[in-house]
């Protein structure tokens, strides 16, 4: 819930920025994109040990389907919403597989 109490939607998936001790920038952990259903508040969070793989590969691919709009407020906000091209970090995340 957002501070309006209003029920909080899942837009996509975003990784945690962050950087290792040689200044590079990393792929760090997945993250939830969310939209406030009231107010259009945006927030990022952090999956839950609970949180279903399949539900969550399921926002990450409607989430490709976002329109241009919603694409670009989340970009002035520098928010990366995960691409196509991310799918293997994604799934790999998800699912456990290591990344060469």
């Given at each position: 819930?957002?501070a309006c109490?209003?029920?909080?939607?899942p837009?996509?998936?975003?990784?945690?920025?962050?950087?290792?001790?040689y200044?590079q920038?990393?792929?760090?952990?997945?993250m939830?994109?969310?939209?406030c259903?009231?107010?259009?508040?945006?927030?990022?969070?952090?999956?839950?040990a609970?949180?279903?793989v399949?539900?969550?590969?399921?926002i990450?691919f409607?989430?490709l389907?976002?329109?241009?709009?919603?694409?670009r407020?989340l970009?002035?906000r520098g928010?990366?919403?995960?691409?196509?091209e991310?799918s293997?970090?994604?799934?790999?995340?998800l699912?456990g597989?290591r990344?060469?």
């Open positions: 819930m957002s109490k209003a029920i909080m939607q837009l996509g998936l975003t990784v945690k920025p962050g950087r290792n001790k200044g920038t990393t792929c760090g952990e997945l939830l994109i969310h939209r259903d009231a107010c259009g508040k945006l927030s990022i969070n952090r999956l839950a609970d949180d279903l399949e539900r969550l590969l399921e990450y409607i989430s389907g976002l329109d241009t709009s919603t694409r407020e970009m002035l928010i990366y919403i995960l691409e196509h991310d293997y970090l994604v799934t790999s995340q699912q597989v990344q060469i």
